[in-house]
């Protein structure tokens, strides 16, 4: 589960000051150590009863211009400031009676939804009795990422994100099916921040069948290398065939070589691609592969039996 950080201070900070503590304090989210000793000036900032409403009154005022600016996160989350290496934002959490649940569903809360994260991020409790999780840790290593993959999920426990408790979670070790808050809770973030943590997989997790359930990492490239398949002629397949070989993200990799197959003229060259990339060394790829080619195949006579 996430690594509890002991915090125990009534002293407080104003936003500024912790952003300047970050700058200056040789942050370093990379190192787990690091990212944990953050954790006091994060409960400082918690103990702040002011600052939040005061920053949320500021924002109306200019309706919302800064969050409209610089946010692009959904309406949970108010962002509070945008380092070089990290972000600090205020996370809300209604109650499942709420009207935003009520009127809205509960979605963008991923409430019910175990998964891991593909960056750290150190939390603390500020409002409300704060949202439940079940907590569970896996060996990221040892996974390949595929829907459907077997994945050893170990349940620590189930606990709350009370006010003033400070936690890291740790990516792609700790995963939490988290469940709503029993009264609308805040919590506030130092959140990891790099350009990498975007081709880093995020997963989505069935617990009781203790498999992977899919992949919630989404990237612009995606739909962009499809359009290039079709769009883009001879220099379009040379540029997905050489993202298929070198791309250091498996999953653009995967969706560079998935792209080039579409563009195929029948199904035999599709299959026949999909199966020489069933032996490629990336578990991931391999595996997606067999099931792409197999899936082509089933599906033979209805494809070609489909009006041109």
Same mark, same amino acid.
């Given at each position: 589960?996430?690594?509890?950080?002991?915090?125990? !201070?009534?002293? !407080?900070?104003?936003?500024?000051?912790?952003?300047e503590t970050l700058e200056t304090g040789g942050f370093d989210p990379g190192d787990e150590d690091n990212f944990a000793s953050f954790g006091m000036a994060l409960k400082k900032l918690g103990n702040n009863r002011a600052f939040l409403g005061d920053l949320?009154?500021?924002?109306?005022? /200019?309706?919302?211009?800064?969050?409209? /600016?610089?946010?692009?996160?959904?309406?949970?989350?108010? @962002?509070?400031h945008s380092g070089s290496r990290y972000i600090i934002r205020a996370n809300f959490w209604p109650a499942m009676e709420d009207s935003v649940i009520r009127q809205s569903g509960s979605d963008p809360f991923f409430y019910?939804?175990?998964?891991?994260?593909?960056?750290?991020? @150190?939390?603390?409790?500020?409002?409300?009795?704060?949202?439940? =999780?079940?907590?569970?840790?896996?060996?990221?290593?040892?996974?390949?990422g595929y829907p459907g993959e077997k994945v050893d999920l170990r349940f620590i426990e189930k606990s709350r994100l009370e006010p003033g408790k400070v936690m890291l979670y740790r990516a792609h070790q700790d995963?939490?099916?988290?469940?709503?808050?029993?009264?609308?809770?805040?919590?506030?973030?130092?959140?990891? =921040?790099?350009? =990498?943590s975007s081709f880093r997989d995020q997963y989505r997790f069935d617990v009781a069948d203790g498999t992977v359930e899919g992949i919630m990492t989404r990237m612009s490239l995606e739909p962009l290398l499809a359009l290039a398949a079709t769009q883009s002629g001879e220099e379009?397949?040379?540029l997905l065939g050489d993202f298929a070989r070198r791309h250091p993200s498996e999953r653009i990799r995967w969706c560079a070589l998935r792209a080039a197959a579409s563009a195929e003229p029948g199904i035999d060259a599709r299959i026949a691609r999909f199966e020489a990339a069933a032996?490629?060394?990336s578990p991931l790829i391999a595996a997606l592969a067999r099931?792409?080619?197999?899936r082509i195949e089933a599906s033979r006579r209805w494809i070609e039996t489909q009006p041109a």
């Amino acid at each position: 589960m996430p690594r509890v950080i002991a915090a125990d !201070t009534g002293e !407080t900070l104003e936003l500024a000051e912790l952003v300047e503590t970050l700058e200056t304090g040789g942050f370093d989210p990379g190192d787990e150590d690091n990212f944990a000793s953050f954790g006091m000036a994060l409960k400082k900032l918690g103990n702040n009863r002011a600052f939040l409403g005061d920053l949320m009154i500021a924002e109306l005022k /200019r309706r919302c211009a800064g969050q409209l /600016r610089d946010n692009q996160y959904s309406a949970q989350v108010i @962002l509070l400031h945008s380092g070089s290496r990290y972000i600090i934002r205020a996370n809300f959490w209604p109650a499942m009676e709420d009207s935003v649940i009520r009127q809205s569903g509960s979605d963008p809360f991923f409430y019910g939804v175990a998964h891991d994260h593909n960056f750290s991020f @150190l939390t603390v409790g500020y409002f409300g009795p704060g949202y439940w =999780s079940d907590y569970y840790e896996y060996d990221y290593g040892k996974l390949a990422g595929y829907p459907g993959e077997k994945v050893d999920l170990r349940f620590i426990e189930k606990s709350r994100l009370e006010p003033g408790k400070v936690m890291l979670y740790r990516a792609h070790q700790d995963v939490h099916l988290q469940l709503a808050a029993d009264e609308m809770s805040i919590s506030l973030n130092i959140v990891e =921040s790099s350009h =990498s943590s975007s081709f880093r997989d995020q997963y989505r997790f069935d617990v009781a069948d203790g498999t992977v359930e899919g992949i919630m990492t989404r990237m612009s490239l995606e739909p962009l290398l499809a359009l290039a398949a079709t769009q883009s002629g001879e220099e379009g397949i040379a540029l997905l065939g050489d993202f298929a070989r070198r791309h250091p993200s498996e999953r653009i990799r995967w969706c560079a070589l998935r792209a080039a197959a579409s563009a195929e003229p029948g199904i035999d060259a599709r299959i026949a691609r999909f199966e020489a990339a069933a032996g490629d060394p990336s578990p991931l790829i391999a595996a997606l592969a067999r099931r792409e080619a197999q899936r082509i195949e089933a599906s033979r006579r209805w494809i070609e039996t489909q009006p041109a």
